[in-house]
C-alpha cells in the first residue's frame, strides 16, 4: 500500500469503526477533483470498515453521481464488484476484517465553467451519507459553489488540498454540488470569438440599412 493509501486509510478508520461484527461504509467520502480542458476528472474515494474477525458479505453503496459520463475502478474494486440497482451503485463482495478501501475515477464532460454533480434523493448512499469531502490541490481553480472551504489543508504525503466539506443533511436537501472554475481551452476562445462575429454582422447590416435608407432619400 502506498504512502497516499496509508494516509488515507487512516483519515477514513478514524471516522467510521462499526459495531462489533457490523460491515459499514465510513462517515467521509472523499472527491479528489480535476480540471481538464471542457472535462472536470475526479477521483472517488471511500472506506468500508468491518468490525468482525472474519470476512462478511455485504452490499455498500457508492456515492457517485449519477450524470457521469465515464467511470472506472481504481484501486480496491473490482469491475465484478460494481452492481447496479434502481436505488444506486453498490460495492459487493465479502469484506475483509478491518478496512477496505475504493478508489474510482471518473469524468464529465461540459461546455461551462461550471458542472453540477448530481445525486439521486432515493440513493442509498445519500439516504446514508453523514459527510462528503471534496478536495482541491491548492493552485486550482476549481471550487464548490456556495460552500467555505475549511480552514486548514487537508494534507496527503507532500500534497495539500483545499477542503469542502457537506454534510449528509445539506446534501439531502440541496441534490446537486456546483463545481466552478473548470477551463474551456479552445472553445472558450471559440465562443468570444463567435461574439465578435456577431456583433461584426449586425453592425455590417445596420450600416448597409441605414446606406440604402439615404440613397432612396437621394433618389427622391
Known sequence: ????????????????????????????????????QMKLMGRYMMGV????????????????????DDFQPLEGIKKENIILKDSGIFWSKSFAPKLSIAGIVFQMDTYSEDVALEFQADNAAVKSLKEVAFLMEMDSPLSVVGVTPDEKPQVFGRRQYRRYT?????????????????????????????????????????LTLRTTSIEDKLVI
Do not use: C
Not at 504512502?3 to 459499514?24: D, M, P, R, T
Not at 472474519?54 to 453521481?65: D, K, S, T
Open 1 to 36: 500500500m502506498t504512502f497516499y493509501l496509508k494516509l488515507l486509510s487512516i483519515l477514513l478508520l478514524l471516522q467510521g469503526a462499526g459495531l462489533h461484527g457490523e460491515v459499514k461504509p465510513t462517515d467521509t467520502h472523499l472527491y479528489f477533483l480535476f480540471g481538464g
Open 49 to 68: 470498515s468491518n468490525s468482525s474477525s472474519v470476512a462478511e458479505p455485504a452490499q455498500v453503496p457508492l456515492l457517485l453521481p449519477k450524470n457521469m
Open 166 to 206: 457537506v454534510s449528509g443533511d445539506a446534501l439531502r436537501a440541496q441534490k446537486n454540488i456546483v463545481i466552478t472554475g473548470v477551463p474551456l481551452g479552445r472553445l472558450h476562445l471559440w465562443q468570444v470569438g463567435g461574439v465578435f462575429v456577431l456583433l461584426l454582422i449586425l453592425v455590417t447590416l445596420t
